[in-house]
């Protein structure tokens, strides 16, 4: 419990003192944002900021920091580390550099980002993954509430029932301005999303010796034996560092009124989640004690576990009130994933989003695709961990591509010791961890890690070498 306790201290300090380097690196001055310069009454509409954190935080806390902390709680309590670190130094300071650098850019989606500062090539190439990455996203937020509304509803309410339920309201989320639905649902939700973390840790603090939190260990109690370079760093993104966010940000971005929000708003909502993550990873850790008991529990599908630690730790009714909180996240990411991706759309076959015709054209063919894959993971018994595996690649490949881009937009200010230390340090970081990760998955080429260690290192190093003599010669501008 110890190790629990300092860890959600060092977030806080992280966030007091990291948070201002990050916020000092960028340099906020009094421009005008895309809010007040180019409100559209659509996707720019100013939000109070209060507001603007929680529709933040409500996007890109899914079911990732909850899901994904579980499972890497089966490497055991090694991974408070990855969930501390990785938010501090990775994580909070991506969200920042990509909310922060899109406000300066209209709003611009992190595909839009990384053509102007890696490129045409990686513009075409961010443009097509993100819309992936987001559906995929869209539908892991589609299944998992789906799976956890199953288990507390009348049998004819099964998990297709909700998986239809759920698409129609991604459908109205979408299209409609986003203060219409998110701007209005999201502050009440944040609160019962937070209200039941506090509970779930609560109950296991006060649980009068019931459930013990094990102490911070290197050792890797992973029962078959996966180790945890580099699995850990993919299966927990959400929490740590997620490339999900790269497209959300820019989303909350339209709607910041001062360029002086974006550390409350973007670096402490990463925080937030990670809080979020340390409770779910220390709740499995705790509710089944033993890494090979939780690992069994897992086989059944995430939402079972979630479900069966929220009754364990706050008996049935507190229980109900946690799962429905568990359900909310990933509902009010997996909307924000489809809107982004037809704000990615929009901008790629530069259709304006004011006429309803035009987002009705992309969001239709997108939630078709949607539908379809998510009746594929209903359908499949392991069709969620086969969508959850490339979701989880894919998404901390993203969140290196958008590192790479917050570092050559510092370099190109003339920040250079910034560029290559606050963000190209954690690039190069997740560089060999995606590498290393798609060398050795059983979906990637299922090389052995005597090939895959070298040659992500390798190619995380040549990556960043790279960049510290190009970062040199990139030529100043204002931006």
């Avoid at 973007?266 to 340390?278: D, K, N, T």
């Amino acid at each position: 419990m110890i190790s629990l306790l300092i860890s959600l201290a060092v977030l806080l300090v992280g966030y007091l003192v990291y948070g201002r380097v990050a916020e000092k690196a960028f340099g906020p001055d009094g421009r005008k944002t895309p809010a007040v310069e180019f409100n559209d009454g659509v996707d720019c509409v100013p939000m109070k900021p209060w507001k603007a954190f929680l529709v933040q935080l409500l996007n890109i806390a899914g079911t990732g920091p909850i899901f994904g902390p579980l499972m890497g709680a089966v490497f055991g309590p090694v991974v408070f580390l990855w969930i501390v670190f990785g938010a501090i130094l990775g994580g909070a300071v991506h969200d920042y550099m990509c909310g922060m650098i899109s406000s300066r850019h209209r709003g611009a989606s992190i595909a839009e980002l990384s053509g102007t500062y890696l490129g045409k090539v990686a513009k075409w190439g961010m443009r097509i993954f993100s819309v992936v990455l987001l559906v995929l996203c869209g539908v892991v937020f589609v299944t998992s509430p789906a799976g956890l509304l199953d288990r507390l509803t009348p049998d004819w309410m099964n998990g297709t029932f909700w998986a239809v339920v759920i698409l129609v309201y991604y459908l109205l989320a979408t299209l409609l301005p986003i203060d219409k639905v998110i701007g209005k649902l999201y502050p009440i939700f944040g609160v019962l999303l937070v209200t039941m973390a506090a509970a779930v840790i609560g109950g296991i603090l006060f649980s009068g010796g019931k459930f013990a939190i094990p102490e911070i260990s290197l050792q890797n109690l992973h029962p078959e034996g996966t180790p945890v370079w580099p699995y850990m760093f993919i299966t927990v993104a959400c929490g740590a560092i997620s490339g999900f966010h790269a497209t959300q940000s820019p989303m909350v971005a339209k709607c910041i009124t001062s360029e002086k929000q974006g550390r409350s708003i973007f670096y402490g909502a990463m925080i937030c989640e990670s809080v979020i993550a340390l409770v779910w990873a220390a709740a499995g850790v705790a509710f089944y004690g033993a890494s090979q008991v939780l690992n069994d529990a897992l086989k059944s599908g995430p939402s079972n576990v979630v479900y069966e630690i929220s009754q364990g730790v706050l008996g049935t009714v507190g229980g109900i009130l946690a799962v429905v909180g568990v359900i909310v996240c990933p509902i009010t990411s997996g909307d924000t994933a489809f809107r982004s991706a037809r704000l990615i759309l929009a901008e790629t076959f530069h259709l304006e989003q004011k006429s309803i015709r035009n987002r009705l054209l992309i969001t239709i063919p997108l939630l078709a695709v949607g539908g379809l894959i998510t009746w594929y993971a209903i359908s499949n018994s392991n069709g969620f961990q086969t969508i959850w595996r490339y979701f989880s690649w894919s998404n901390q490949t993203l969140a290196m591509i958008a590192l790479w881009v917050s570092s050559a937009y510092l370099a190109r200010q003339g920040k250079l010791t910034y560029a290559r230390t606050l963000t190209a340090l954690p690039a190069a970081f997740m560089s060999a961890v995606s590498m290393t990760y798609i060398l050795m998955a059983e979906e990637g080429f299922r090389l052995s890690s005597a090939i895959a260690y070298p040659v992500g290192i390798v190619f995380a190093a040549a990556l960043y070498i790279t960049f510290f003599l190009a970062s040199g010669k990139m030529k100043k501008e204002i931006a």
